[in-house]
């Protein structure tokens, strides 16, 4: 074996295995639910799941779908299929890749199971609520929105008010759903392990501060999947503090993600997941650690705002400030205390040609890193899953030139 597999082999998470097998059974159950007289929820990223869990119905994520849709490279047919239905090229490729593959079952999995209900929480977009109402009406099955005002600066208390009733009418629909009662000291049980399993997440994202960074951004968009799908079950906890375990040990070890680690870099936005390898290695062989992100954070942004004796009344808050629902100078300070944290040497924003909600900003946030951290940063032009918004020359030529003025930056010259 050559030094580079040596490496390679060294550097894997070995953790990867048993999140391939959760993942694995968690789509078996959720395509045999109606066989096992269980209910499927679509729900949106960013959305309430926990009171689903506490009734016992399966909660779906189309857009972890469209992640896989996209890994698998399915995404440009998918999302041109949805364009030849009437959609347009510039709506969300998750959502295109959704709309059309429901109709064919198409995709990796052959489909995701057929929904018993949505719902969607605007906290993340507002390209969802249409996304989820297409959607409803396609399956003829009930919707409910989770309305969370977007905060400017702040969370008032009148947005509470509102945010927490409608936390009271979402258990009312589901009650009407299952045709029972919410059993209360279930959810509380839920809500302590969504937190439980939020803060494990936070501290697997945190080993990163070390140097070397025992992970990388691309290990951490690969190990978000359960906290985004099955936040709030020990399944979850207990996978957390596996992976946790691993990453304290290869600290431990000096054991970095990447052979080499010189410069480290902080992502921006969500991942081109097509090119996770392509880009993975071209970072790396450049010596070049992206050590942290702010999409993967994103799923335990709210925890400072959340408590474990008191999770609907403070969720209402940790989910209505979720981080694409903030203004951009919010979105900036969260960034610059990323770069202060992670000790990062520039920035990597993906501008993503589907999340307008997550792009608008960046040139904005980039002047402002400029200005008080003096950081470099690179925007690479992409979409998460339509790979026709690629192109590998100009993205190739860019990291090249970038990587390039980091290391004279660091080197003074
Ligand atoms: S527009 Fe952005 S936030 Fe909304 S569904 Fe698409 S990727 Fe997610």
Redesign the pocket.
Known sequence: MSDINLDKEKNKVKSEKRMREIMTSYYIEAKTAELNNRKVAWI???GPVEPLIAMDIIPVYP?NH?AMIGASKMGSDLCAKAEGMGYSSDL????RADISCATVNGGPIGGLPKPDLLVCCNN?????LK?YEVQARYFKVPLFIFDTPFCHTEFSQEAKRYVLRQTEEYVLFLEGIMGRKMDHDRMKEVGRLSLEGQRLWQKVLDTAINKPSPLTAFDAFFHLALIVTLRGTQQTVDYYTMLLQEMEERVKEGIGAIPHEKYRLLWDN?PIWYRMKWLSEKFAKNDTCLVADTYTSAWCGGLKYMDENDFFNSAAEGYTRSY?NLGVDQMAEIVLAMIDKYQVHGLVMHS?R?????SFGQYDIQRIVKKKRGLPSLIIEAD?VDERSFSESQVETRIDAFVEMIRENKAGV
């Open positions: 949106t990223s960013g857009e469209g969300c490729s998750y959502a993340i977009c507002g390209t969802v996304w969500l694409l993503n589907s999340c307008k909600p997550y998460m």
